[in-house]
């Protein structure tokens, strides 16, 4: 069985700060790892994903993620913060060789402080 | 390029009254359809997949139903709402081609208030 665990559920940073919102997830094969975005009332929108390849995975509007196996760890970092970075982000994880189903992190809101 | 579509966008319904909510997907054959149900404060739990046409996969024993009557339609059910049936409906779809199917991308959702 897989699960995602996201670490603070809100995160406050000041506008131009680093953003780092800080996912681990458990998986019994190798896994993909997804970031998701959502607005508020409107659905999610794809941030970025690692299936194979490149550890370090650029996505979107500047962010961006690591994945390291030994720290089972997917965690999203943007250098410098906008104001329209504010939002609720999701990790997710699905098994590669599995059936296609992803499993959602709880969710962590990100607060822009000017 | 693909989209998907849902309807309505809000709702507000009784206790005990139907409930219908529509998903359909443009630009693509043969997806995969999935179901998720946000509530206040919580994280996305998945509610039904389908792989095909009539084939529906439930993950979570409910008084919801979902139904697959067209290729690129997944439509949302249940006879009688409860009161805990209220939260915010996300449809979701994803390719069914080798390489490209674990991503899944999301309509613009639901919001269903049950009174």
């Known amino acids: 069985a897989q699960s995602v665990t996201q670490l603070g559920s809100h995160v406050s940073v000041s506008e131009g700060a680093l953003v780092l919102l800080r996912c681990n997830y458990s998986?019994?094969?190798?896994?993909?790892l997804f970031w998701y975005v959502q607005y508020p009332n409107q659905g999610l929108q794809l941030l970025l994903k690692y299936t194979t390849g490149a550890t370090l995975v650029k996505g979107i509007n500047g962010f961006e993620a690591e994945f390291k196996k030994s720290e089972t760890s997917f965690h999203l970092t943007k250098p410098s913060a906008h104001m329209s970075d504010a939002a609720e982000y999701f990790c997710?994880?699905?098994?590669?060789?599995?059936?296609?189903?992803?499993?959602f992190g709880t969710g962590t809101r990100l607060t822009i402080i000017p | 390029s693909q989209t998907i579509h849902q309807w309505p966008a809000t709702l507000v319904q009784p206790v005990g009254s139907p409930l219908s909510l529509e998903c359909t997907v443009e630009g693509t054959s043969n997806p995969n359809l999935y179901w998720y149900r946000q509530a206040a404060g919580r994280g996305l739990q998945l509610l039904f997949y389908?792989?095909?046409?009539?084939?529906i996969s439930s993950e979570v024993p409910q008084n919801l139903s979902a139904s697959r009557p067209q290729d690129r339609q997944f439509i949302l059910s249940s006879k009688k709402l409860l009161l805990s049936d209220s939260g915010f409906y996300l449809c979701a779809w994803s390719p069914t081609d080798r390489g490209l199917r674990e991503t899944q991308y999301f309509g613009p959702g639901t919001r269903l208030l049950v009174l």
């Open positions: 998986s019994s094969v190798p896994p993909y």
């Open positions: 389908s792989v095909g046409i009539g084939q």
């Open positions: 997710a994880v699905s098994e590669i060789g599995g059936n296609e189903k992803l499993t």
